[in-house]
């Protein structure tokens, strides 16, 4: 068990730029969560899939946020048109079984810096 | 707007002494509650998870939830200087997400 793996770590655009993040949970693990976070402040949840069912998106998910998990194994995350505002660490997590009370293992994250 | 609660700190505490994180929710339909470890530039660890009132110890870590209070706790005893960073609160409200404090930076002097 290699644990949940990000890639890249870190990430440097110019703004309007379009990125994306991989993640790679826990083998079997069935939910994958990303979440972002700012220096100072907590995990920000984003969105989150079961398999490859997208189940819940946060309000912080504006329309330029897209999130696949195509074969309810690896996941990405795209933002178009990134914005200053985008700069922050983004993190995935990963759970066994179907519901939110089972503990979340979290990659390294993927830093992002818009110049 | 569910919110959780921590204090920012910074909490200082010398070495061997006991550090006291402390938690506030505000949905009373809560289930489960987490501590997370998070040094600077990393992501974040588990420590520890409670589902029921009570106290729950693992090693040197204890938390304590009342849910009557909506209120869970994280005790170190025995601090040392590696127990120093940013210690986050998790509660998970329903079936779906899981929402964070913004942590308390604990430091532990040698």
């Known amino acids: 068990d290699t644990g949940v793996s990000q890639d890249p770590r870190h990430k440097i655009t110019k703004r309007g730029q379009n990125v994306t993040f991989r993640c790679d949970p826990i083998?079997?693990?069935?939910?994958l969560y990303w979440y972002r976070q700012t220096l100072g402040q907590g995990p920000e949840f984003l969105t989150y899939f079961q398999n490859e069912a997208q189940l819940e998106k946060s309000r912080l998910l504006s329309d330029r946020f897209s999130a696949e998990r195509p074969k309810g194994s690896f996941s990405t995350l795209e933002i178009q048109r990134t914005e200053q505002g985008d700069s922050a660490m983004y993190l995935c997590a990963s759970s066994p079984g179907q519901y939110s009370n089972q503990p979340q293992h979290f990659g390294d994250g993927t830093r992002l810096s818009i110049l | 707007q569910k919110e959780v609660e921590q204090n920012s700190g910074p909490l200082s505490v010398p070495e061997g002494a006991i550090a006291s994180l402390n938690c506030t929710y505000s949905?009373?339909?809560?289930?489960?509650f987490f501590w997370y470890r998070q040094y600077s530039g990393k992501s974040p660890e588990l420590i520890m998870f409670?589902?029921?009132?009570g106290d729950k110890e693992d090693g040197r870590f204890t938390a304590q939830l009342n849910k009557a209070s909506q209120y869970v706790s994280l005790l170190i005893r025995d601090s040392q200087p590696s127990d120093s960073a940013t210690y986050l609160c998790a509660v998970s409200y329903n079936n779906n997400d899981m929402r964070f404090g913004a942590g308390t930076r604990l430091t532990v002097k040698p």
């Open positions: 949905d009373r339909g809560s289930q489960s």
């Open positions: 083998s079997e693990h069935n939910r």
């Open positions: 409670i589902y029921s009132n």
